[in-house]
């Protein structure tokens, strides 16, 4: 792959981290290493970059709660190596939902770890937004165009005539519109052989729960709330594609 520039946190003191980082440096990363510490999450960009977290059983976890609040901001791509064995269930319990590629052991596979690097480095995902309310089209493309190429349909007849000549990485579906609606939409989706894979996120105005279980009753990947802020809903999309990357990963020799 193309140099690629890398941060590295963690304690590289390590006789294994040496090791890696060493086989970074053999296949062309430029590698940035940066202490454990809440002034190295503070030095790391704030723009999207990539970041390999080296686990330790002597790391603070509230660096890693650290280095989470900065993924949510920055839009870093995120990489776990190793483990920290002395934690809380509830630290257990967030660790495993930090959208990330998780690498549980050392040594590294260098290999599948710079095909999932690859993998967040290739053009932006392509997603088509489908709702009948102008304002919100707008919106949600001047939300989400600097990360994502974004296309819109007003309608879902529009959108399953787009979706027949163009592919896209997502959809963002209205869940309630006047002549088609969105579970309606979904279905003549899942019915064709060339989108039936085609991940499918609703677009809901209400978050009662009865609403938004009757929602989470078709095969989809999720639902975002219009109420949401625009970074909640940019978060949310930008998740989805991490975790999706995260059910990828290839694990690493024992």
Not at 142 to 163: I, K, R, Y
Not at 179 to 187: D, Q, R
Not at 231 to 243: C, G, L, Q, W
Request: net charge negative; with cysteine; glycine share 4%.
């Amino acid at each position: 792959m193309a140099e690629q520039e890398l941060y590295v946190m963690g304690d590289t003191n390590r006789l294994v981290v040496k090791a890696f980082l060493a086989e970074l440096e053999k296949k062309e990363f430029t590698v940035h290493t940066v202490g454990a510490t809440e002034d190295g999450v503070a030095s790391l960009p704030d723009e999207a970059h990539h970041l390999i977290l080296c686990l330790s059983d002597s790391m603070d976890f509230q660096i890693v709660r650290k280095v989470a609040e900065k993924r949510e901001k920055s839009g870093m791509y995120l990489y776990l190596a190793g483990n920290i064995a002395n934690h809380s269930l509830d630290d257990e319990k967030f660790l495993r939902q930090i959208p990330a590629v998780h690498f549980p052991s050392f040594p590294l596979n260098i290999d599948a770890l710079s095909r999932a690097i690859e993998l967040n480095s290739s053009e932006k995902k392509h997603i088509l937004v489908v709702d009948d309310e102008p304002i919100l089209l707008r919106s949600a493309k001047m939300w989400l165009q600097d990360d994502f190429n974004v296309s819109l349909a007003p309608s879902g007849e529009t959108a399953l005539e787009f979706l027949s000549t163009h592919t896209v990485d997502l959809v963002l579906l209205d869940y309630r519109m006047p002549t088609m609606s969105g579970p309606e939409v979904l279905k003549r989706i899942r019915d064709n052989d060339r989108t039936r894979n085609l991940p499918v996120i609703f677009l809901t105005a209400n978050g009662k729960r009865e609403n938004i279980i009757d929602v989470m009753k078709f095969k989809i990947e999720g639902y975002i709330l219009k109420s949401q802020s625009p970074e909640e809903i940019k978060k949310s999309v930008r998740d989805f594609f991490k975790m999706q990357q995260k059910k990828h990963e290839i694990g690493t020799p024992a």
